[in-house]
């Protein structure tokens, strides 16, 4: 069976009193945006995971499913 990304924990997370509530990785204060906005810039993953070391491979890939997960459930019907 394959490994659901619905058993593991979010990564992801927001608090009013970390940069104003911005959704940021958890553990960190590095914006998921910012992840996003490397790769839309053409960036290779290992550049954003030298340039913010707090978050970790895994964190990014899970940030990354998710995302991936949400577009799929939200896609309109044909």
Known sequence: MPHSMHDKPNVIHRNPDI???????????????ALLDYLKGGHALHEFLDDFPSVSQEQAIAAL????RALIENASPA
């Open 19 to 33: 940069l104003g509530g911005t959704p940021v990785f958890i553990g960190t204060r590095v914006p998921v945006q």
């Open 65 to 68: 499913e998710q995302a991936k």
